[in-house]
């Protein structure tokens, strides 16, 4: 006798595998049907209605001043922005000035027309760009001290 109730659950145990195996099966078909389903779909769609983007970068001039500055000064573009803030707040590319030693001060960052002896010109000091890129030029040269607004701390009351 207990070899018969052994017999029925064993029986019963085999008949339970089977079962969930045929289940299990028979779920993974369903799943992988409906995600191809799925996957063509929404691919199908995606596709049909696909139209390439072309994706043009803006070039410096394209930008605002201070994306320009930031693009062109990296790291020190904080410091470079509070300072051209300092020297020129209205903003004007082609803002020429008098210094009071007789010489004349340009652009952005007001760059003096003593560096006209390097090869500059007034026009390349009036164009936004090239302002930018030639005082970054020359604060890599010789650092922050030919901007007077660096001298007299004026630029710190420029935080952006």
């Known amino acids: ?6 017999a029925i659950y064993l029986t019963i145990v085999l008949l339970l595998l089977m079962v969930s195996n045929a289940i299990w099966t028979g779920l993974s078909i369903l799943y992988s049907a409906s995600e191809n389903t799925f996957y063509n779909y929404f691919y199908g769609k995606l596709m049909r209605d696909y139209e390439p983007i072309e994706y043009k970068a803006k070039t410096l001039t394209e930008l605002p001043i201070e994306a320009q500055i930031a693009r062109i000064w990296g790291d020190k573009a904080k410091t470079a922005i509070q300072v051209s803030w ?12 008098v210094e009071p030693n007789g010489t004349k001060s340009y652009g952005i960052f007001m760059l003096n027309s003593v ?13 936004c760009v090239k302002n930018i890129q030639i005082a970054k030029r020359f604060y890599d040269e ?4 030919l901007w007077s607004s660096w001298k007299n701390k004026s630029y710190l009351a420029y935080k952006k």
Not at 1 to 6: A, F, G, P, V, Y
């Open 1 to 6: 006798m207990n070899k018969n109730k052994i």
């Open 86 to 97: 300092a020297e020129n707040g209205a903003r004007k590319c082609d803002l020429e000035v």
């Open 115 to 127: 560096h006209f002896k390097k090869g500059y010109t007034e026009v390349d000091f009036k164009d």
């Open 142 to 145: 010789a650092g922050w001290h």
